[in-house]
């Protein structure tokens, strides 16, 4: 069965500093894989896909996730975060059997503190 | 920018009674889902339409939840009765037809059961 794990409940880090938000990732087939955010009260905002082709995917907001197969994992980073991406983050995969139905992780809740 | 449009936000409703939540997905999209998202956890997949037939209902509990989208257009979830356990966030989301394709969410119904 298709799953994702989203190991850190929470991560903190300071304005200005590069942010990491962990993925790892189980399918059967190639996997397709998802960011969204989530802004409290708010629906869920996509950020970013992995399909195929480059292991680096630049998203929206200047996020961007690394594909790694050999690790299962699929990482959003951003260079220098702002307090702004102060969020709930999901990573998600496709299932395999379903009309793309997705899979959710549990959610990470990133603070940016100034 | 075209949205998924939900209502109500805001639900609060006794045990045994019945709600429904509304959801008009963003125009020309073919596929509209509805999630359920308990408090600290990511979404769940409860009932997928591909234009107004039910493609994946297997999380849906059937005793008490039904879905329709008559037209292929827009959507109504239903609960009857209402349990304690169903107090959630009920997230809608819409998609084109083409495979792999990012969901788009509406910003939710927050139903609280007392």
């Known amino acids: 069965a298709q799953s994702v794990a989203q190991p850190e409940d929470q991560v903190n880090v300071a304005e200005g500093n590069p942010l990491t938000v962990k993925c790892t990732y189980s399918?059967?087939?190639?996997?397709?894989l998802f960011w969204y955010v989530q802004y409290p009260n708010r629906g869920l905002q996509f950020l970013l896909k992995?399909?195929?082709?480059?292991?680096l995917v630049k998203g929206s907001y200047g996020f961007e996730a690394e594909f790694n197969k050999s690790q299962t994992s699929f990482h959003l980073k951003k260079p220098s975060a702002l307090v702004s991406d102060s969020a709930l983050y999901f990573c998600?995969?496709?299932?395999?059997?379903?009309?793309?139905?997705?899979?959710f992780g549990a959610g990470t809740r990133l603070a940016v503190h100034p | 920018e075209a949205e998924v449009a939900q209502s109500p936000r805001y639900k609060i409703t006794e045990k045994s009674q019945a709600v429904a939540f509304w959801c008009d997905p963003i125009?020309?999209?073919?596929?509209l889902y509805w999630y359920r998202q308990i408090l600290g956890q990511g979404p769940e997949l409860l009932v997928q339409?591909?234009?107004?037939?039910?493609?994946?209902d297997s999380q849906l509990p059937k005793d008490r939840f039904s879905a329709e989208r008559l037209k292929g257009v827009d959507s109504t979830l239903k609960i009857q009765p209402a349990e304690l356990g169903d107090s959630a966030m009920y997230l809608c989301?819409?998609?084109?037809?083409?495979?792999?394709?990012?969901?788009?969410f509406g910003p939710g119904t927050r139903l609280t059961v007392l």
């Open positions: 339409f591909q234009d107004e037939s039910v493609v994946d």
């Open positions: 399918v059967s087939g190639n996997p397709y």
């Open positions: 992995y399909i195929t082709g480059d292991n």
């Open positions: 125009s020309g999209h073919a596929t």
């Open positions: 989301a819409s998609s084109p037809r083409r495979p792999h394709n990012e969901q788009f």
């Open positions: 998600a995969v496709r299932d395999a059997g379903g009309y793309n139905k997705l899979i």
